[in-house]
């Protein structure tokens, strides 16, 4: 290989500095349409890459929530609706009848009412109330005297028993089968579940249960 001339070193460069010179003036001439041709490509990319994708995800999220609020509307109005028929119907059953069905199994907790409902059982049967305890549990107390269908079990979720323990005094065969008559068809639902009977004191002690709805 030959080398190079002094004078073809020189010339190289010189086209060299030339060179340089131009892109020096060129970039100096267009620095800023560089700079925003630079910027212009970043968003772009950043656009394509980074914001897109992310709006997409975004329209499918607002899409799928207003299908989910609008399925919940409907399932509300249609529930509402429900509701609505049911006081509908509600208004139109006879009040006495409502109270006699409420009176089976009551809302509101009332111990003395029981307490005088029972001591007036007694009392009315010519017999003498020795004692009575009253005590409460929070669920139903199922004690199997009839047997419930599993699907019919489900109402014992909103009952709250009520045990009484009840002693009376002047038993006669005859006023005691008409307080177990009383007992039976009281408007208030009751279960008798032992009876204890002592001839030589003619007393009688009952252990009953009452209840009360929680709802």
Same mark, same amino acid.
């Given at each position: /290989? ?27 001439? #267009?620095?800023?349409?560089?700079? +925003? ?17 992310? #709006? +997409? &995800?975004?329209? $499918? ?5 207003? &299908? ?9 109005? $249609? ?5 609505? &028929? ?15 069905? @409420? ?40 004690? @199997? ?11 014992? +979720? ?22 177990? *008559? $009383?007992?039976?068809? @009281?408007?208030?639902? /009751? ?9 030589? +004191? &003619? ?5 009953? @249960?009452?209840?009360? *709805?929680?709802?």
């Amino acid at each position: /290989m030959a080398q190079k001339s002094p004078e073809e070193i020189e010339g190289n460069i010189e086209e060299k500095k030339i060179r340089t010179k131009q892109f020096n003036k060129f970039f100096s001439d #267009y620095f800023n349409w560089i700079v +925003g041709g630079v910027v212009v490509a970043i968003f772009i990319i950043g656009f394509f890459v980074l914001l897109l994708p992310k #709006y +997409g &995800q975004t329209v $499918d999220y607002l899409n799928i929530s207003n &299908q989910q609020e609008i399925l919940d509307a409907s399932a509300k109005r $249609d529930e509402l609706s429900k509701i609505q &028929q049911l006081l509908t119907a509600y208004n139109k059953i006879d009040k006495q009848y409502i109270d006699k069905v @409420n009176a089976i199994a009551p809302v509101i907790k009332n111990k003395e009412e029981l307490f005088s409902e029972l001591n007036y059982l007694v009392s009315v049967n010519q017999l003498f109330l020795q004692s009575i305890s009253l005590s409460s549990t929070a669920t139903y107390q199922d004690q @199997n005297i009839v047997p419930i269908a599993p699907q019919e079990k489900a109402i014992s +979720g909103s009952l709250e028993t009520v045990n009484i323990v009840l002693s009376v005094k002047g038993t006669t065969y005859e006023s005691f089968k008409n307080l177990l *008559s $009383d007992l039976e068809n @009281n408007l208030r639902l /009751m279960d008798v579940l032992s009876i204890k009977f002592s001839p030589s +004191g &003619q007393t009688t002690s009952l252990i009953i @249960n009452a209840y009360y *709805s929680k709802n």
